[in-house]
């Protein structure tokens, strides 16, 4: 169906070290949108991937969109405290009006 | 700009009680929605509405009505209220266009006793 995968559901490192959170989906995506949500807090956008192979970076986070348009992934490099939260992707459900589908999210604690 | 705006932060319902969960954005979003998250899952779709007086279920709406008298009001009512709408609710807006990100309110964590 439309659902979206999203592994690891929970993952921790030491601070420093890189994290990385995958999504799939079964059916060809027009786009993926990536969320932070830090604990107690609301979701904010962080970024969308809408072209087949595409790759986006901020800063320490780099952006991924697989070539089929079936995947994405989100890496960060050098995990700092201030990056603890759950990331989640969300695609666009169909029949447009940006409805979304959000995956289960990946939780990302950080030890210092 | 306040952005999303959402009342109240927390409340606890009784079963079968009722109340309205207050969304107002000041972006001028054409597209506003509701969804609930519970918890170590993902955000679920509950309502959504292009425009003011137009409103159309999500993924899981039983329980839940909406309306939408202006373009930056969203309440979502919730009537005989169950033990299973314990979550937490999160009003968002987005621009009128395809593909584009969508703002959060701060939540309303409710739980339902």
């Known amino acids: 169906g439309q659902q979206v995968m999203q592994i690891p559901q929970y993952q921790h490192v030491q601070e420093g070290e890189d994290f990385t959170t995958y999504c799939n989906s079964s059916?060809?995506?027009?786009?993926i949108q990536w969320y932070k949500q830090r604990p107690g807090g609301h979701p904010v956008f962080l970024i969308q991937?809408?072209?087949?192979?595409e790759v986006k970076k901020q800063k320490r986070l780099t952006f991924q969109f697989g070539e089929a348009k079936k995947n994405s992934s989100l890496h960060i490099t050098a995990t700092q405290t201030t990056d603890v939260g759950t990331y989640f992707c969300?695609?666009?459900?169909?029949?447009?009006?940006?409805?979304?589908?959000f995956g289960a999210g990946t939780r990302l604690a950080v030890h210092p | 700009n306040a952005g999303v705006t959402q009342t109240p932060k927390f409340r606890i319902l009784k079963i079968g009680q009722s109340m309205t969960l207050q969304c107002t954005q000041d972006m001028n979003h054409n597209y506003m929605y509701w969804y609930r998250q519970d918890p170590g899952m993902g955000l679920k779709l509950i309502y959504y509405?292009?425009?003011?007086?137009?409103?159309d279920k999500g993924e899981v709406p039983n329980g839940y009505n909406v309306s939408r008298s202006t373009t930056e009001d969203f309440p979502l009512r919730l009537e005989l209220a169950a033990p299973s709408q314990t979550s937490v609710y999160f009003c968002a807006s987005s621009y009128r266009q395809q593909n584009t990100e969508a703002f959060f309110g701060q939540g309303t964590r409710l739980t339902v006793v």
């Open positions: 991937l809408v072209k087949s192979g």
């Open positions: 059916t060809t995506l027009s786009n």
């Open positions: 969300a695609r666009t459900l169909s029949g447009g009006y940006n409805k979304l589908i």
């Open positions: 509405s292009v425009g003011a007086g137009i409103t």
